[in-house]
């Protein structure tokens, strides 16, 4: 690029590599980098190089986690009766932040998608049905996405797992807190009237 | 952070401290880091990592250059008689990629700033005044930013180069090209009437 030198160029040339970052973000990044300090840069890099080396897939939810098994599975105080099924990490970390839940979770590492070529092999189906083989869970709460994919998910994941005596339930749709009834689309609002409940 | 591994918040937490990133985007980012290719991340971190390794501050023109001296200062094709003197090293790329200016640069790296305590002695013009005084340079064009410390450092620079003989000119300030006359603010119409060109 003209007026940039090569090694900022590749900084640029990796940043843009990252979602919702373009040339121009880059740009302002790696000049940003060029004025902070030493320790800042080189903090962001081994940051990034500890991530693959530090971080685990738990062998009992395959959420992402510092060590095997994770804060969540080894946590005492929590619940082995209710099991929290999302479809990424970063789904995980919204629960958790809601601070709503108590129970163990389980990560999906994806939904089903068939016109994409993804089964449910692809999916740590697998696991949650070994977990509930082992007794203790008495609920699902299916936190997939409310997408076609997410749906059909839940679906399926409620299919197999309500023959072995556990109840699966789905989280709630409908307006969005602060939300607006004018605003909202139909099929959300569609959801929202279905999903009444008596006050 | 609830639910969020250590090595993950400590990328999140190394992101935040890029301008503009603020956690929940420093979350979405690591998040995809966490799916993205391990060459991906590891080219990432290493091209931080030679960030300060490869880069040098070229001894001419005091720009961030991948060697010493810079492509620009090293470049034949170019003309010594003309020298922009911009603030930072990214004002150099916006000039360069303008593809408007064929001559050598010149990087203060920063701008008079009597306030926050940058006097002359803490920019580059000692290494602007050594060039000058080879006798080659005939015009300094001064693109520092419209700002008052920028006006300010353009006039500095003004007085100090005038007495050696050197034209020293001032990029123009007026309406942004696909601007608006009636949403302009009053000091850009003013410097675009002052400084109209006849037709």
Redesign the interface.
Known sequence: ????????E??I???T?????GEK?A????????R?Q?N????????????????YTCSICCA???GDP???CSDPRRSDEVVCVVE???D??????S?GFRGRYHVLQGTLAPLDGVGPDDLRITELMRRIGEGKIRELIVATNPTAEGEATALYLAKLAKPLGVTVSRIAHGLPMGGDVEYADLATLGKALEGRRQM
Do not use: Q, Y
């Open positions: 690029m003209a007026g940039i030198p090569v090694p900022l590749r900084v040339k990796e940043l590599k990252l979602p919702g970052i973000t740009t302002r990044l790696a000049f940003h980098l060029t902070s030493r800042d840069v080189e903090g962001l890099a081994n940051a990034l190089l500890a991530l693959r080396e530090e971080l992402l986690a510092g994770c804060e969540m990424e990490a970063a995980l970390a919204a629960v958790e932040r601070g």
